[in-house]
């Protein structure tokens, strides 16, 4: 029963370093997402895959890459981060463009 | 545009008191509705779901949520809080008519009960 798991749950990066979070879901959802979360904010959508294949723009997509690696795992990708993408990221996954969402735990990125 | 507003960041109440989280909601057609808790450290877990149908929806954990179209909310409730309740308190609307899955959340409501 893991369902949605997150990898790593705490990164610190310099300003223009990049790394890459990891998701993978185990309930055979078709459709993947990743948001960030910012205090005061709520959390906002970044990017989305509704299936495998296929990737489009959320609401703040500027300086993030994706990979919908294969049904299970999605990825999120900081080519050059920022101290702007200090947050707390969330992947989520659902059954095909379903609006019902089941979440990871988080990965807290800071860049200083 | 969609959008969710939550207008109180902040909320304490006693241990056994009732609880009421305000939501509204800014939607042309008819909204997905939602509310998600986030214990802290931990990932978002659905409380409950507005779709369609009965306008008084039933959650987990006691909570129930009324959806008003008049009013353009959809407030949490809950008769009797308890101390694990301690959390913050999210509310989402989705886009209805498309099912994508793209949530628009609103800033959150941190709950703390005091004994």
């Known amino acids: 029963n893991a369902g949605v798991t997150q990898t790593p749950k705490f990164q610190v990066l310099k300003t223009g370093q990049s790394m890459t979070l990891q998701c993978a879901q185990d309930?055979?959802?078709?459709?993947m997402y990743w948001y960030r979360q910012d205090p005061g904010m709520g959390l906002r959508l970044i990017y989305y895959?509704?299936?495998?294949?296929?990737?489009d723009k959320g609401e703040v997509p500027n300086g993030y890459n994706v990979s919908r690696l294969n049904k299970r795992e999605f990825s999120l990708r900081l080519e050059s981060a920022a101290p702007s993408q200090t947050s707390v990221y969330f992947c989520?996954?659902?059954?095909?463009?379903?609006?019902?969402?089941?979440f990871g735990a988080g990965s807290r990125l800071t860049v200083l | 545009a969609q959008s969710v507003t939550q207008p109180d960041i902040h909320i304490t109440v006693s241990e056994g008191a009732s609880l009421e989280l305000r939501c509204n909601y800014s939607?042309?057609?008819?909204?997905?509705l939602f509310w998600y808790v986030q214990s802290p450290g931990q990932g978002l877990q659905l409380l409950l779901k507005?779709?369609?149908?009965?306008?008084l929806v039933q959650g987990i954990k006691g909570f129930e949520a009324e959806f008003k179209r008049s009013q353009s909310s959809f407030n949490l409730r809950k008769p009797s809080v308890h101390w694990s309740d301690a959390a913050e308190y999210f509310c989402?609307?989705?886009?209805?008519?498309?099912?994508?899955?793209?949530?628009?959340f609103g800033q959150g409501t941190t709950l703390q009960v005091k004994p």
């Open positions: 989520a996954s659902s059954e095909y463009r379903a609006n019902v969402l089941t």
């Open positions: 309930m055979n959802h078709n459709s």
């Open positions: 895959s509704a299936s495998e294949g296929t990737t």
């Open positions: 939607y042309g057609a008819t909204p997905y």
């Open positions: 507005y779709f369609s149908g009965d306008t």
């Open positions: 989402a609307v989705g886009a209805g008519s498309s099912n994508t899955g793209k949530l628009i």
